[in-house]
């Protein structure tokens, strides 16, 4: 289970440490995607499975699902953790998630965000802001 907010930089090699209290969960392996509010998802491998597995059940017929399939699935990596917990995050992702030298790993239960620190500010900032009508539809939602 990841929870939490981190801070670590990415390096000239695009090289990212992983908090050590995630490493455990992804000593398997782990997938990095394209996300959704342009940052990157990171997940264990068994988790990355069970989504996969959910995603190619969606309809080729639909240009929708063709694209969201193209996106998370065309666009994922798959690594591992080096000795040092580091992961080395390919060009064209580091390229999608704006990522800089500061970067955000936030701990989402089952998957971990990639955020460019200066847009996880302003995505934090507003989400903060608007709480209390997302719990209204949350709470509509039955949640």
Known sequence: MFLGEYRHNL??????A???KFRQDLKGGLIVTKGLDNCLFVY????WNEWAEKLS???ISQAKSRAFLRMMLGGAMEMTLD???RIVIPDYLVEYGKLSKQIVLAGLY???ELWNAEEWKKYKSKTEKDRNDIAET???MGV
């Open 83 to 85: 000795k040092q917990g």
């Open 110 to 112: 089952d998957r971990i």
């Open 138 to 140: 949350l709470a509509e």
């Open 18 to 20: 992983v908090p050590s």
């Open 57 to 59: 059940k969606l309809p």
């Open 11 to 16: 390096d000239e090699k695009n090289r990212l």
């Open 44 to 47: 264990p491998i068994k988790q």
